[in-house]
């Protein structure tokens, strides 16, 4: 190959020698936009010059940047066209000289554009609605064809009005919506030459915010620390963001608001009236910006801002008190005293409508904006006392009060008659109210009280009331007294009359329903009370033409019923009653005849449901419940049992059970002003009977304590406090005392014994402090004596203070001298005198005498002795005694009964000269410093243990240790005390009498 080729340039050259020959390679060129090429102009022959021209025919200088023209060597010059353009096309020619010769060659250089994207960005963002030019520039020659596509497919112009390709090839979308957003493909294509080239633009559609307000209306409250919550909903693309302001005011997060990350919420701190406005919530985003506004109203809860105490004096023409009140929206301003409001507006005429009138026009109130006035005429006394005026909108209300103080002259109050007979002293109480406070003067006939004549008419005087004791000893002392108070607004004067007492009539049997060993007397209460309250009912029942048996019962309110027990079955008796109130006993009713019903033991059954009473005791919220048995079913009765519960809930209480001789139980430590209901059922062999039923609301939660209890105390802290030290003392030496008299024990009797070598009086052995009776000096057996606690209580004598009336005394009683060589021991206080004898004739004319046992009843521990022992109240001034009680029970007449205090079936015992008259002496009331105690110890409420204690011996009786059992029956317990035998004698006793009140044996 390489011998053909040189043998063909060897021809040429040989043929051609004369001439000069041109040749450029390539022959023709095509240059795309951009690019560079270079072409070779290859000279055969011996050429001098090799030159280049352009299209325009401008040799090429070696120095043009674009277009470099070099020679390689002799025969060759390549022509190099960098970066060509559209002007580097045309015709390049290529000429070749030596000497006179040339010879030449051309070359076409054509330049062509590639597709080319000029502006075709990505993304394009555009607002939702808008008419979207999404830009795609293609550069390119010839000029391409343009195809859009979305979402994989071409897009027809044709079927789709929306889209429009422009003539410089953009897409055009009408109305773009959130759904043409994405991607879009821009494709350019050239046919001729099979060029395609695309871009992918991302189209992005911005969403104009929308906001809504969660409450076009927030409702706060100013002045209480509370915070108000403002909030708006944005929505939009891109996300919005939100910004609040207040009278054009951007608002930002510290102190008064705070703002949530978003911005959507707006929190207020501590609203203040002039926080209240309109607050705007702004969402804003590429697309632009839309606001939403939320009202806040800001509220003031009312607020009495003025309202002073005023005084005035009765009888003045007027006095207007004043009430100004703020508040938004503006208050309603109303009055009220006690139970009575005035609220402006009501009973107003239509011609004054702001003007309110009572209806004896004494009343006006008048309103104006935020301040109203009372208007209060013709000044009466009874306008004093606290006035409240009251503010009220639609958020809140406040209360302020104002005391009305009128001075005015003395108001004399009190019962006007009051009953008493002689002996017995009772209280007249002149109640004067007057401000400023009245003196009080006592007068009868012109004569001041009391005088150095009248020794027994005493005075008391408290702050408010003045008390004129008067124990009348003759019937010149009954009559009329003047009571006159006075104060620097005038005086007043009333009489009261002092009136006999009387006993009360008969009451009237009504029915007696009886049963096999009890039975139900229904009776109506005298229509005489003889003045003053009645304190017993007394029942007597017999067997036709032998004596009387009887019992007295105590008189509670509204009592239509008595039971009476221990009665035999089928049997006729006679049953008659009587009434016994202060002054005595009135006679009795006319007998009436009823017969008992048989027991039918084979025909058994379940018992009577027991009557129930309640009695409250404590402050209030302990009850004593007390049954009555009724028919035994032929069966004796096993116990007792008791069941409660508070009304308003399901479970009962644990049951209770007590013993079948129990007649009362206490229930303690219940809910205040709660409601109870109380079963008790009676249970024998054949089963349960009925039970009986009762309800009861306990008393209200004592947690005041009056405003003048503070004013009225005359005595300090300090006082006080001593007062109760020498209080304690004296306790302390008597109970010292009593151990050292009664029980051989105490520091009196270490004294005794260590110093004075012997024993005190009345000391008892160790077998008597362990409950064994003593022996007598003789050998001779007595009965068996049973002693049995009752509790029986009587007006005022319930326990704490008591107010005065005209039936309390102010001054106790003299303390009894002790009579230590008495061989009785006294139980009762020598004050409570009118109960002893009942107690005495109770015991005489019971049941209990057909079965041999004596029955004895004890004061209760609330007993008037008790009561009197201390002051009359807490806040009592110093210098006021207790009150006279006209409650007693009546004085015992001389002994005249022929029932012997000790039936006769008691005793087997011989016989001796002052026997009979021993028993039948009463029971004298004792006067001994040991009767509180004794009165604890006889309580019903534990076992009486030391029952046998209060057993007195006559040191000339004869006793034998037989081996009977004494017991002291309690409610709760049995105390049996075994091998003791002791005879009862009652003596009367020496003490002095109190007040004329006490029996006289």
Same mark, same amino acid.
């Given at each position: 190959?390489?011998?053909?080729?040189?043998?063909?340039?060897?021809?040429?050259?040989?043929?051609?020698?004369?001439?000069?020959?041109?040749?450029?390679?390539?022959?023709?060129?095509?240059?795309?936009?951009?690019?560079?090429?270079?072409?070779?102009?290859?000279?055969?022959?011996?050429?001098?010059?090799?030159?280049?021209?352009?299209?325009?025919?401008?040799?090429?200088?070696?120095?043009?940047?674009?277009?470099?023209?070099?020679?390689?060597?002799?025969?060759?010059?390549?022509?190099?066209?960098?970066?060509?353009?559209?002007?580097?096309?045309?015709?390049?020619?290529?000429?070749?000289?030596?000497?006179?010769?040339?010879?030449?060659?051309?070359?076409?250089?054509?330049?062509?554009?590639?597709?080319?994207?000029?502006?075709?960005?990505?993304?394009?963002?555009?607002?939702?609605?808008?008419?979207?030019?999404?830009?795609?520039?293609?550069?390119?020659?010839?000029?391409?064809?343009?195809?859009?596509?979305?979402?994989?497919?071409?897009?027809?112009?044709?079927?789709?009005?929306?889209?429009?390709?422009?003539?410089?090839?953009?897409?055009?979308?009408?109305?773009?919506?959130?759904?043409?957003?994405?991607?879009?493909?821009?494709?350019?294509?050239?046919?001729?030459?099979?060029?395609?080239?695309?871009?992918?633009?991302?189209?992005?559609?911005?969403?104009?915010?929308?906001?809504?307000?969660?409450?076009?209306?927030?409702?706060?409250?100013?002045?209480?620390?509370?915070?108000?919550?403002?909030?708006?909903?944005?929505?939009?693309?891109?996300?919005?963001?939100?910004?609040?302001?207040?009278?054009?005011?951007?608002?930002?997060?510290?102190?008064?608001?705070?703002?949530?990350?978003?911005?959507?919420?707006?929190?207020?701190?501590?609203?203040?009236? /002039?926080?209240?406005?309109?607050?705007?919530?702004?969402?804003?985003?590429?697309?632009?910006?839309?606001?939403?506004?939320?009202?806040?109203?800001?509220?003031?809860?009312?607020?009495?801002?003025?309202?002073?105490?005023?005084?005035?004096?009765?009888?003045?023409?007027?006095?207007?008190?004043?009430?100004?009140?703020?508040?938004?929206?503006?208050?309603?301003?109303?009055?009220?005293?006690?139970?009575?409001?005035?609220?402006?507006?009501?009973?107003?005429?239509?011609?004054?409508?702001?003007?309110?009138?009572?209806?004896?026009?004494?009343?006006?109130?008048?309103?104006?904006?935020?301040?109203?006035?009372?208007?209060?005429?013709?000044?009466?006394?009874?306008?004093?006392?606290?006035?409240?005026?009251?503010?009220?909108?639609?958020?809140?209300?406040?209360?302020?009060?104002?005391?009305?103080?009128?001075?005015?002259?003395?108001?004399?109050?009190?019962?006007?008659?009051?009953?008493?007979?002689?002996?017995?002293?009772?209280?007249?109480?002149?109640?004067?109210?007057?401000?400023?406070?009245?003196?009080?003067?006592?007068?009868?006939?012109?004569?001041?009280?009391?005088?150095?004549?009248?020794?027994?008419?005493?005075?008391?005087?408290?702050?408010?009331?003045?008390?004129?004791?008067?124990?009348?000893?003759?019937?010149?002392?009954?009559?009329?007294?003047?009571?006159?108070?006075?104060?620097?607004?005038?005086?007043?004067?009333?009489?009261?009359?002092?009136?006999?007492?009387?006993?009360?009539?008969?009451?009237?049997?009504?029915?007696?329903?009886?049963?096999?060993?009890?039975?139900?007397?229904?009776?109506?209460?005298?229509?005489?009370?003889?003045?003053?309250?009645?304190?017993?009912?007394?029942?007597?029942?017999?067997?036709?033409?032998?004596?009387?048996?009887?019992?007295?019962?105590?008189?509670?309110?509204?009592?239509?019923?008595?039971?009476?027990?221990?009665?035999?079955?089928?049997?006729?008796?006679?049953?008659?009653?009587?009434?016994?109130?202060?002054?005595?006993?009135?006679?009795?009713?006319?007998?009436?005849?009823?017969?008992?019903?048989?027991?039918?033991?084979?025909?058994?059954?379940?018992?009577?449901?027991?009557?129930?009473?309640?009695?409250?005791?404590?402050?209030?919220?302990?009850?004593?419940?007390?049954?009555?048995?009724?028919?035994?079913?032929?069966?004796?009765?096993?116990?007792?049992?008791?069941?409660?519960?508070?009304?308003?809930?399901?479970?009962?209480?644990?049951?209770?059970?007590?013993?079948?001789?129990?007649?009362?139980?206490?229930?303690?430590?219940?809910?205040?002003?709660?409601?109870?209901?109380?079963? /008790?059922?009676?249970?024998?062999?054949?089963?349960?009977?009925?039970?009986?039923?009762?309800?009861?609301?306990?008393?209200?939660?004592?947690?005041?304590?009056?405003?003048?209890?503070?004013?009225?105390?005359?005595?300090?802290?300090?006082?006080?406090?001593?007062?109760?030290?020498?209080?304690?003392?004296?306790?302390?030496?008597?109970?010292?005392?009593?151990?050292?008299?009664?029980?051989?024990?105490?520091?009196?009797?270490?004294?005794?014994?260590?110093?004075?070598?012997?024993?005190?009086?009345?000391?008892?052995?160790?077998?008597?402090?362990?409950?064994?009776?003593?022996?007598?000096?003789?050998?001779?057996?007595?009965?068996?004596?049973?002693?049995?606690?009752?509790?029986?209580?009587?007006?005022?004598?319930?326990?704490?203070?008591?107010?005065?009336?005209?039936?309390?005394?102010?001054?106790?009683?003299?303390?009894?001298?002790?009579?230590?060589?008495?061989?009785?021991?006294?139980?009762?206080?020598?004050?409570?005198?009118?109960? /002893?004898?009942?107690?005495?004739?109770?015991?005489?004319?019971?049941?209990?005498?057909?079965?041999?046992?004596?029955?004895?009843?004890?004061?209760?521990?609330?007993?008037?002795?008790?009561?009197?022992?201390?002051?009359?109240?807490?806040?009592?001034?110093?210098?006021?005694?207790?009150?006279?009680?006209?409650?007693?029970?009546?004085?015992?007449?001389?002994?005249?009964?022929?029932?012997?205090?000790?039936?006769?079936?008691?005793?087997?015992?011989?016989?001796?000269?002052?026997?009979?008259?021993?028993?039948?002496?009463?029971?004298?009331?004792?006067?001994?410093?040991?009767?509180?105690?004794?009165?604890?110890?006889?309580?019903?409420?534990?076992?009486?243990?030391?029952?046998?204690?209060?057993?007195?011996?006559?040191?000339?009786?004869?006793?034998?240790?037989?081996?009977?059992?004494?017991?002291?029956?309690?409610?709760?317990?049995?105390?049996?005390?075994?091998?003791?035998?002791?005879?009862?004698?009652?003596?009367?006793?020496?003490?002095?009498?109190?007040?004329?009140?006490?029996?006289?044996?």
């Amino acid at each position: 190959m390489l011998q053909i080729r040189d043998l063909v340039w060897g021809l040429l050259f040989a043929g051609c020698a004369a001439a000069i020959q041109v040749q450029i390679t390539p022959t023709q060129g095509e240059i795309s936009v951009g690019e560079s090429k270079f072409f070779l102009c290859e000279v055969v022959g011996d050429a001098k010059d090799i030159d280049w021209f352009a299209p325009s025919g401008e040799k090429i200088l070696p120095n043009r940047p674009d277009i470099i023209v070099s020679r390689t060597d002799e025969a060759t010059a390549t022509l190099t066209i960098y970066h060509a353009n559209v002007d580097s096309a045309g015709i390049y020619k290529c000429v070749a000289r030596s000497g006179d010769k040339e010879a030449q060659a051309t070359v076409q250089v054509k330049i062509f554009q590639k597709i080319t994207f000029d502006s075709a960005p990505s993304p394009q963002e555009f607002n939702e609605g808008d008419d979207a030019d999404i830009v795609c520039d293609v550069v390119s020659s010839p000029p391409p064809a343009i195809i859009w596509k979305h979402k994989g497919s071409r897009i027809q112009v044709a079927k789709d009005v929306r889209y429009k390709i422009m003539d410089n090839g953009h897409l055009l979308i009408r109305g773009i919506k959130k759904i043409d957003e994405g991607m879009y493909n821009c494709e350019a294509r050239i046919m001729a030459r099979g060029e395609i080239d695309f871009r992918m633009i991302k189209v992005i559609v911005n969403v104009l915010p929308t906001i809504r307000a969660r409450l076009s209306e927030v409702n706060a409250t100013a002045d209480i620390a509370s915070s108000a919550l403002l909030a708006c909903d944005a929505d939009g693309f891109p996300e919005p963001s939100v910004t609040w302001t207040h009278n054009n005011v951007v608002l930002e997060t510290g102190d008064k608001y705070t703002l949530s990350d978003d911005g959507s919420e707006l929190l207020i701190k501590s609203v203040k009236k /002039v926080d209240e406005g309109d607050y705007t919530c702004i969402a804003k985003n590429k697309a632009g910006e839309k606001s939403e506004e939320v009202s806040l109203n800001v509220f003031v809860r009312p607020r009495i801002t003025y309202l002073n105490n005023q005084t005035a004096s009765e009888f003045d023409e007027q006095v207007t008190l004043t009430c100004e009140a703020s508040g938004d929206p503006t208050p309603a301003i109303s009055w009220s005293f006690q139970n009575r409001v005035f609220t402006e507006g009501e009973q107003a005429s239509w011609t004054r409508p702001d003007k309110y009138e009572s209806l004896d026009r004494n009343i006006v109130v008048r309103s104006h904006a935020r301040v109203s006035s009372l208007t209060l005429k013709n000044i009466l006394f009874t306008y004093a006392g606290e006035y409240l005026c009251t503010a009220t909108n639609s958020i809140g209300r406040d209360n302020k009060h104002m005391y009305l103080e009128v001075r005015y002259a003395p108001k004399i109050l009190g019962t006007v008659t009051v009953y008493t007979w002689e002996g017995n002293a009772a209280n007249i109480s002149c109640e004067a109210e007057a401000h400023p406070g009245a003196s009080v003067v006592w007068s009868r006939d012109g004569l001041q009280l009391p005088s150095a004549n009248t020794t027994n008419v005493k005075v008391y005087n408290t702050p408010t009331i003045s008390y004129l004791e008067i124990t009348p000893d003759s019937q010149y002392n009954f009559g009329t007294y003047n009571c006159t108070a006075t104060n620097a607004m005038g005086s007043e004067s009333k009489e009261f009359v002092l009136i006999q007492a009387d006993v009360p009539s008969s009451p009237e049997i009504e029915l007696v329903e009886p049963f096999s060993s009890t039975a139900v007397v229904s009776f109506e209460e005298p229509d005489s009370m003889g003045g003053v309250p009645i304190i017993k009912y007394r029942v007597e029942w017999r067997l036709p033409g032998q004596d009387w048996t009887g019992k007295e019962y105590h008189a509670d309110d509204e009592m239509t019923t008595i039971t009476i027990v221990g009665l035999k079955p089928e049997t006729t008796y006679e049953i008659k009653m009587s009434a016994i109130n202060g002054k005595g006993e009135g006679e009795s009713s006319p007998a009436t005849t009823f017969t008992t019903q048989p027991v039918q033991y084979s025909f058994a059954r379940e018992p009577t449901a027991p009557k129930l009473v309640v009695k409250v005791q404590g402050r209030g919220n302990t009850l004593k419940v007390n049954w009555i048995k009724q028919d035994d079913g032929g069966s004796p009765i096993k116990h007792y049992l008791v069941r409660y519960k508070a009304k308003h809930v399901s479970d009962w209480k644990p049951e209770i059970r007590v013993p079948h001789n129990s007649e009362y139980v206490t229930l303690s430590g219940l809910d205040w002003n709660t409601e109870y209901e109380i079963h /008790v059922v009676a249970e024998n062999q054949q089963g349960k009977s009925e039970p009986g039923v009762i309800s009861y609301r306990t008393a209200s939660d004592p947690t005041t304590i009056p405003d003048d209890a503070g004013a009225r105390s005359a005595m300090g802290t300090g006082a006080i406090v001593g007062i109760l030290i020498v209080v304690f003392f004296l306790l302390l030496v008597g109970v010292d005392v009593t151990c050292y008299f009664l029980n051989k024990c105490g520091l009196l009797m270490c004294i005794a014994v260590n110093f004075c070598g012997k024993a005190g009086p009345g000391a008892k052995s160790k077998d008597m402090e362990e409950g064994q009776a003593a022996f007598t000096k003789d050998e001779s057996k007595e009965p068996i004596v049973e002693v049995r606690t009752e509790e029986e209580q009587t007006p005022n004598q319930g326990g704490g203070p008591t107010e005065p009336n005209e039936t309390t005394p102010l001054t106790g009683p003299e303390p009894a001298a002790a009579d230590a060589t008495s061989p009785v021991v006294n139980l009762l206080p020598s004050t409570a005198t009118n109960s /002893v004898a009942g107690s005495v004739s109770a015991a005489q004319s019971s049941p209990a005498s057909d079965g041999g046992v004596l029955t004895a009843k004890a004061p209760p521990r609330n007993s008037p002795a008790a009561a009197r022992s201390g002051p009359l109240n807490a806040n009592a001034q110093p210098d006021v005694g207790p009150l006279v009680d006209l409650s007693d029970a009546p004085k015992a007449p001389p002994s005249s009964d022929p029932t012997p205090l000790v039936p006769e079936p008691l005793s087997p015992a011989p016989a001796s000269a002052e026997g009979p008259q021993s028993q039948r002496d009463p029971v004298k009331a004792p006067s001994s410093s040991s009767s509180s105690s004794q009165n604890k110890d006889s309580q019903v409420d534990g076992p009486a243990e030391d029952a046998p204690s209060v057993l007195c011996t006559d040191p000339t009786a004869p006793a034998h240790n037989d081996g009977k059992t004494v017991k002291a029956d309690g409610t709760e317990g049995e105390t049996e005390v075994k091998n003791a035998t002791a005879e009862v004698k009652t003596v009367p006793n020496e003490a002095p009498q109190a007040n004329g009140n006490e029996s006289k044996a």
